[in-house]
């Protein structure tokens, strides 16, 4: 049995602890094996622990930072104070949705985000996870961290839902703007570690986002980047891919850069949320769709529960040399739960050390 | 009453003759006023003539170019072989999917495609509807017809249904992968005198599509062009906006790179597939859900019509001389007939024109 730290950054997002806590009960639930003595240990200790559990039973603890009165207050409602796997370190600043990443990182020393990203590097967290603005996240996770041999900026991955069994993961999602053939290049070895060692596919099939399926198609900065992807042998390189097969399934990693992978992922959240205002709409026209919509509400369920974008909160900082998981600002406690348990899972698979050996072998 | 003539390329799009024509038959059936003599105007009459009938009381004549005897079989199949309202031009070529634009441009010099551009061109049609090879319809386009003074190349845009009653204009889809600041601020304009000829709406709300609405954020050439648009006296610039904002209906023009609208668009086609199939899926989950389903079908019924992108066929080719309407290639007889539509409206409107006139205006 091994014990795993996760440290929770409680102030970030929309409602802080009375969203965070709530969902830390969930996880622990969940991971019930939860030993009653709270340990302190290194990081190295830590790893050896997890490395001789690998069937993942595991205990699992919160360092909690933030506002200590309003976590207790939460702890309280939740009926898990001074539960023994919980610890509260408390925090004398919060990173606003508004400040610039530079006051974040210069102004805010003692803000719950970096505390938390700092107990990470010391060893005393496995993972972070924040609901904090993403650009402040970025640039303390990138000066508390350091990024790993190599990689100048983290990225950000998500997994989307696809019309086969499995997810796909789509990079970057809005760290880089401007992305060169390198930059592009390592987002496909970090997503192909990631999906390996996350969904356990042998050898991820790997698209590059673009106009067009054709060679021809896209801007020279593509073609450069296709090639070192199809050269690569440690690289299932498939291909150009264009924007509608995301959702196909028939890729694990897609691979674009930060602007376009951002306005992809905005738009579809934007369309989610058109498409089911005119589902609903189209049962709210009369009595008649009403009342049919009395009974298909357990079918409509269905349909939201498998399309819920909640399971798929939690965007990745990968590139890092610690695991940090970025919950949705406006996360509910469901979605906070899953942007845990992604972290618990990155923490287990040990993803940056994993990365880290990849960029090294391909030297 | 005013004549109109519409050139319709036959051969593009996957399925030729056999859908063109039924569509070119909704449009005649439409457009009832339909006098039984086929005349032969020079563009400066037509104009006049166009000009006398803003109430858009108009005789809709076709110009169909292709595979004669492929045309005639359908023509006689949908019932108008022989109707007044037709012209058929043989064609020597077929613009093929696969061809290089080069190809269309230098060595099918007899295509439909080009054929039925050079119709436009000589004034002898109005506008042209194409479902074929976008690159090569773009190359000849722009080759043909000639780009408006000051405009290097045609951009591709389409309106976009939101969740208020007005559609979005988004630009651009694909012509042109990379924008500079010029570009982009061009783009807003066409889109801007588009929105106000085809949907009347007096000072469209125009945004930049960005990674956050926040001034700071984004490229130095957003920011740059930001500042051109805020600048200009005759644009409604409402600011940056996220991908999300598209289909809220809070804009009325939403200006990006080519890249990244084509993959917006293609994402929102894949994740509407994925979402109607989910919704499919969950109805054909058991026997009860089955039994609901029938009675639900009406109300989905609404909702697929609501939603349907056949509505939504027919992107234009702005910036050139002359209205070019792009056809989805996997268009059916509906969306054809959009497709015709779009490019009648665009036509009575004399769209280049006034984007001509605003350019003008600008120096």
């Known amino acids: 049995m091994a014990d795993l730290k996760i440290a929770i950054d409680c102030m970030g997002g929309d409602f802080g602890p009375s969203v965070v806590i709530p ?12 030993s009653s003595k709270f340990k302190s240990n290194s990081a190295l200790g830590l790893n050896a622990e997890l490395s001789s559990s690998p069937t993942g039973i595991l205990n699992v603890y919160f360092n909690l930072f933030g506002n200590e009165a309003g976590i207790l207050s939460e702890l309280s409602k939740s009926k898990i104070l001074n539960h023994p796997n919980i610890s509260i370190i408390q925090s004398e600043d ?7 990443p530079l006051t974040a990182l210069k102004k805010k020393k003692r803000s719950s985000m970096r505390l938390a990203l700092e107990s990470v590097r010391d060893g005393r967290s496995h993972a972070c996870v ?10 303390v996770a990138r000066f508390i961290l350091k990024m790993l041999p190599g990689i100048e900026r983290p ?19 809005g760290a880089n703007i401007d992305c060169d053939e390198k930059r592009l290049f390592q987002f496909a070895v970090m997503g192909n570690v990631l999906c390996k060692s996350i969904d356990g596919i042998q050898n991820p099939k790997i698209g590059l986002l673009n106009v067009g399926e054709e060679e021809m198609k896209g801007s020279e900065r593509l073609k450069i980047t296709a090639k070192l992807l199809e050269e690569h042998p440690g690289l299932n390189y498939c291909g150009f891919v264009e924007a509608n097969q995301i959702f196909t399934g028939d890729y694990h990693v897609i691979v674009t850069d930060g602007f376009t992978g951002n306005s992809v992922l905005k738009a579809s959240e934007g369309l989610s949320e058109f498409l089911t205002t005119k ?16 009974f298909a509400k357990p079918v409509i369920n269905i349909f939201k529960h498998e399309i819920n974008p ?17 919950s949705h600002g406006g996360a509910n406690v469901n979605a906070t739960f899953f942007a845990i348990e992604e972290a618990i899972s990155q923490a287990i698979k040990k993803v940056p050390s994993r990365i880290r050996e990849t960029l090294e072998s391909n030297k």
Chains 1, 2 share one sequence.
């Open 94 to 100: 919060d990173v606003l949705m508004t400040d610039k």
């Open 310 to 326: 909640e399971r798929y909160n939690g965007a990745c900082f990968i590139g890092l040399r610690g695991v940090v998981v970025k």
């Open 155 to 173: 990225a950000i991955i998500s997994a989307i839902p696809t019309l086969k069994d499995s997810s796909v993961y789509l990079l970057d999602l």
């Open 279 to 294: 589902l609903k709409l189209a049962f709210q026209r009369n009595w008649w769709t009403k009342w049919i919509a009395i």
């Open 23 to 34: 969902a830390v009960h969930q996880s622990l639930l969940k991971h019930q094996n939860s």
């Open 130 to 139: 924040s609901a904090g603005n993403t650009g402040a996240l970025m640039a």
